[in-house]
């Protein structure tokens, strides 16, 4: 991976994190850049004053450190694991490890002081140049795969781990063009190296539902005959299940999800509500947020509640 002399943008210096993101906001990317943790809370005064004073000091230093802000009601879990015992309180990690940290709210020339020292202690190699040439990489990746350039993509996502072997947003990208190639094997074998905190995102699990679904129909024959089958039979409700599966596996989302959401309404119990079930995995693999999810969710509860 080639390093620009550009730095990064400051918009990407500063970002709200979470447990679900811990991972690859800390972690991994304290492995190219410093990144201090500021936990906070909407109820503290202290962090009111702390959070434009650490974000001016973030800026100013442009690259050379980056600074996540975690909502301490919304992730108590994290806070625990970090013994957080009282906000503001502020973390700094190089290297994915924690290596220094204070509470309360410091003044301006104290973090300043503070963020520095921290600078001053990572490798050589860490610096804000590396991390931008690195978010670039991830970007390249991605469009590439939203284009459908699944050589490129797979190119790039294994150039960045070559540099970076456990970061998890390369593995699952990988994981990605493997599944587009159907060499599942290699899929899985990325996603098995994604760490616990990466397997918790909505892009790991949504590959996860996505290979067990591919397997699912493997042995099921093909839409048109499914389709003559159930012409001549549609109260099956096995040929309607499995041509869902077909239609999914075909990317036609909402005519699977009228198959399956048909079934529900014939037989609400049938294969032990195996129709919801299997609808709740579409989901997971579709991702919960997407539009085709929201608009079968609607049809679903329209089922459910009527």
């Given at each position: 991976m080639k390093i620009s002399n550009t730095n990064p943008p400051k918009a990407n210096l500063i970002k709200d994190?979470?447990?679900?993101?811990?991972?690859?906001?800390?972690?991994?990317a304290s492995k190219t850049t410093p990144i201090l943790i500021d936990f906070w809370a909407p109820w503290c005064g202290p962090c009111k004053q702390l959070t434009p004073v650490i974000e001016k000091v973030i800026n100013e230093l442009n690259g050379k450190i980056?600074?996540?802000?975690?909502?301490?009601?919304?992730?108590?879990?994290?806070?625990?694991?970090?013994?957080?015992?009282?906000?503001?309180s502020v973390f700094a990690f190089i290297d994915g490890k924690p290596v220094d940290g204070f509470m309360g709210a410091l003044p301006y020339t104290q973090i300043l002081e503070f963020a520095k020292k921290i600078i001053a202690q990572a490798p050589q190699t860490q610096n804000g140049d590396f991390a931008a040439q690195l978010e670039q990489a991830l970007e390249q990746a991605n469009a590439a795969l939203n284009e459908e350039k699944f050589a490129d993509a797979e190119h790039i996502f294994s150039l960045i781990l070559e540099h970076i072997p456990d970061n998890d947003d390369a593995l699952i990208g990988l994981a990605k063009t493997y599944i587009f190639a159907n060499v599942l094997d290699k899929a899985q074998e990325e996603l098995d190296r994604v760490s616990e905190v990466g397997q918790k995102t909505q892009d790991f699990l949504s590959l996860k539902a996505k290979i067990l679904l591919i397997n699912e129909t493997a042995s099921l024959s093909s839409r048109d005959e499914l389709e003559k089958k159930l012409s001549n039979d549609e109260n099956n409700h096995q040929?309607?299940?499995?041509l869902a599966l077909i239609l999914n596996s075909e990317g036609k989302n909402q005519e699977a999800a009228s198959q399956l959401?048909?079934?529900?309404?014939?037989?609400?119990?049938?294969n032990d509500d195996g129709a919801r079930k299997k609808l709740l995995e579409f989901f997971e693999s579709w991702g919960q947020t997407a539009p085709q999810t929201i608009k079968a969710r609607r049809l679903l509860s329209s089922v459910l509640f009527s």
């Open positions: 994190g979470s447990l679900a993101s811990f991972q690859a906001d800390v972690i991994d980056k600074l996540v802000k975690i909502n301490l009601d919304e992730n108590q879990q994290l806070a625990t694991q970090m013994g957080v015992k009282s906000v503001p040929i309607r299940f499995d959401i048909e079934i529900m309404r014939q037989d609400r119990d049938w």
